[in-house]
């Protein structure tokens, strides 16, 4: 990466010093000692966003369609990392203002100035750690219960310990969490440019930059932002070694797995399965030594033993060592999460009582894809902070699920059969994944489209393809996709109008379903008989 001049700091340093003004008068404790702290974390993270944008948006050779980033493309990043850093840290600080004065103030987080209940519980025990004798490793403790692994614990409890030593200041751990999800753009930008092309690039930074979800968690104490890092670094060096072989690219894949897994072993897991197809699919087998095979199944099984002793801590699992106690914490996460949405709706519960039992858990699945249901999010009640955050995150999930519906097709019509077979596999992973947590988060809201968003970096990815793919070529599925999502959200967002502010006449849910099948049929059968037509 280049080294920052003496230039750099004429901007980077007053705008520090400035901003830790500003975020110190806004917390408790002592101003100065709030202002240091704040302008040292401003400025590290600022000075490492320019490092990376400036590293990442250097020329460099690509193995596809363009051979170097161009100048506009270099700004372009630019432009990507600042709003996403931008956007990040406002919304969190917004939403930590706003939420104790217009949201549900009789919630203790809400009340606080949080977002999430997992962050204001692991914030509240990071700074109970960070403030007491214990040292910062006791948060891989198991009675510190707000954190399964404690990774993400220990971080926040150092960064209080040493950055905020005076006072509780959440916007602290705000600002890390923007910054570590902005830090993911400039290796995002690189690695794809690499493998896919400039166009790609664009395409993915600015979806992964501006997508709703990701904003609202990367302004909050989560643990996605920090996933999407360790994601990005895998990725960076993966396609880093296909293309150059060196020792060093291997790093970054280190640095990323090894933060996954003191944070969320799963998503390490996860990764690791889609670098092994990754391999397998685009016919580099050979490239693999025995010893690169043994480091991937180790870290898989510590990744293993983590995630099993994790979510087994009262050993109330069964045995079947750590294979057996994930399968059973699946099992009885999904008996729960059906059991939740059926008593969380009456209008569920009615549907359960009127479908067979083999129909519910196909059922949760599917409406917990549509999590979160933009029709919902428009007519249901709720104070106004939380209905705009409500329909910009619904907003953001239905722009993209139509691209990643089509991205199945976008991989069977790609030109080169490696990028081909490639994107099929990234599809099942991506769609894989979704189908899960659609399960594993039932109708929740808020859970579903947080455990779907692990995987977001992928998803973006994805999208980018799409979305290129489809300004080249013209196809008609993506346009069809749409038009069937615009029938859906119109029949169904009458429905919700008439259930909550009694607009025109309600249809029967059940009657509203096959007609919107039989529009969705319609079209499908229409779409084929088109494609054949011009082809003959």
């Given at each position: 990466m280049k080294n920052l001049s003496q230039r750099d700091f004429i901007w980077i340093l007053p705008l520090s010093l400035g901003l830790g003004a500003v975020l110190s008068s806004l917390q408790p404790g002592n101003w100065l000692i709030g202002w240091l702290g704040f302008s040292f974390l401003f400025l590290l993270c600022i000075s490492l966003l320019t490092l990376s944008t400036r590293w990442a948006g250097a020329s460099t050779s690509f193995n596809s369609t363009s051979t170097s980033f161009t100048p506009l493309s270099a700004k372009t990043l630019i432009w990507m990392v600042a709003l996403a850093f931008a956007l990040r840290f406002a919304g969190g600080v917004i939403t930590y203002l706003a939420l104790p004065v217009y949201g549900y103030v009789e919630d203790e987080e809400q009340s606080a100035g949080f977002t999430y209940t997992d962050a204001y519980r692991r914030d509240g025990q990071a700074w109970d750690l960070a403030n007491s004798e214990q040292p910062v490793l006791d948060a891989f403790n198991q009675k510190f219960a707000s954190d399964q692994y404690g990774g993400l614990l220990a971080f926040s409890a150092f960064i209080y310990r040493y950055v905020?030593?005076?006072?509780?200041?959440?916007?602290?751990?705000?600002?890390?969490?923007?910054?570590?999800?902005?830090?993911?753009?400039?290796?995002?930008?690189?690695?794809?440019?690499?493998?896919?092309?400039?166009?790609?690039?664009?395409?993915?930074?600015?979806?992964?930059?501006?997508?709703?979800?990701?904003?609202?968690?990367?302004?909050?104490?989560?643990?996605?932002?920090?996933?999407w890092l360790f994601s990005a670094f895998v990725l960076w060096g993966f396609v880093s070694w296909q293309n150059?072989?060196?020792?060093?690219?291997?790093?970054?894949?280190?640095?990323?797995?090894?933060?996954?897994?003191?944070?969320?072993?799963?998503?390490?897991?996860?990764?690791?399965?889609?670098?092994?197809?990754?391999?397998?699919?685009?016919?580099?087998?050979?490239?693999?030594?025995?010893?690169?095979?043994?480091?991937?199944?180790?870290?898989?099984?510590?990744?293993?033993?983590?995630?099993?002793?994790?979510?087994?801590?009262?050993?109330?699992?069964?045995?079947?060592?750590?294979?057996?106690?994930?399968?059973?914490?699946?099992?009885?996460?999904?008996?729960?999460?059906?059991?939740?949405?059926?008593?969380?709706?009456?209008?569920?519960?009615?549907?359960?009582?009127?479908?067979?039992?083999?129909?519910?858990?196909?059922?949760?699945?599917?409406?917990?894809?549509?999590?979160?249901?933009?029709?919902?999010?428009?007519?249901?009640?709720?104070?106004?902070?939380?209905?705009?955050?409500?329909?910009?995150?619904?907003?953001?999930?239905?722009?993209?699920?139509?691209?990643?519906?089509?991205?199945?097709?976008?991989?069977?019509?790609?030109?080169?059969?490696?990028?081909?077979?490639?994107?099929?596999?990234?599809?099942?992973?991506?769609?894989?994944?979704?189908?899960?947590?659609?399960?594993?988060?039932?109708?929740?809201?808020?859970?579903?489209?947080?455990?779907?968003?692990?995987?977001?970096?992928?998803?973006?990815?994805?999208?980018?393809?799409?979305?290129?793919?489809?300004?080249?070529?013209?196809?008609?599925?993506?346009?069809?996709?749409?038009?069937?999502?615009?029938?859906?959200?119109?029949l169904f967002g009458q429905w919700y109008a008439n259930r909550y502010i009694h607009f025109g006449t309600q249809l029967p849910f059940a009657h509203m379903v096959v007609i919107i099948l039989g529009l969705w049929a319609l079209i499908f059968i229409w779409g084929l008989w088109r494609d054949r037509k011009r082809s003959v």
């Open positions: 905020s030593p005076d006072a509780h200041r959440p916007l602290i751990l705000v600002l890390m969490s923007a910054f570590m999800s902005a830090l993911a753009v400039p290796f995002l930008f690189k690695a794809v440019g690499q493998q896919w092309g400039e166009k790609v690039a664009i395409v993915s930074g600015w979806i992964y930059a501006l997508y709703p979800e990701s904003i609202l968690l990367g302004g909050s104490a989560m643990r996605e932002p920090y996933l150059t072989h060196t020792r060093n690219s291997w790093i970054w894949v280190s640095l990323g797995i090894t933060g996954m897994l003191l944070v969320s072993p799963s998503v390490a897991l996860v990764t690791l399965i889609i670098l092994v197809g990754w391999v397998y699919f685009t016919g580099e087998r050979g490239r693999i030594s025995w010893r690169m095979v043994a480091i991937a199944a180790c870290v898989f099984m510590v990744g293993l033993f983590i995630l099993s002793s994790a979510v087994d801590r009262q050993g109330n699992l069964g045995g079947g060592g750590p294979i057996g106690v994930i399968t059973g914490f699946i099992r009885e996460s999904l008996k729960l999460n059906v059991y939740k949405v059926e008593a969380e709706s009456g209008w569920v519960q009615k549907l359960f009582d009127e479908m067979p039992e083999w129909m519910q858990l196909p059922f949760v699945m599917i409406y917990g894809i549509l999590q979160p249901v933009l029709p919902a999010a428009i007519f249901s009640p709720t104070q106004v902070i939380w209905q705009i955050i409500g329909i910009l995150r619904a907003l953001g999930w239905y722009a993209i699920l139509p691209v990643l519906i089509v991205s199945f097709v976008t991989a069977t019509g790609s030109g080169l059969e490696k990028n081909r077979r490639l994107l099929i596999w990234l599809s099942f992973i991506v769609w894989g994944w979704i189908l899960f947590t659609a399960l594993r988060g039932g109708g929740d809201q808020w859970d579903n489209p947080r455990y779907r968003s692990i995987l977001f970096l992928w998803q973006a990815i994805l999208a980018g393809n799409v979305l290129v793919w489809w300004q080249e070529t013209k196809n008609a599925w993506l346009l069809r996709v749409i038009l069937m999502e615009v029938i859906f959200l119109i």
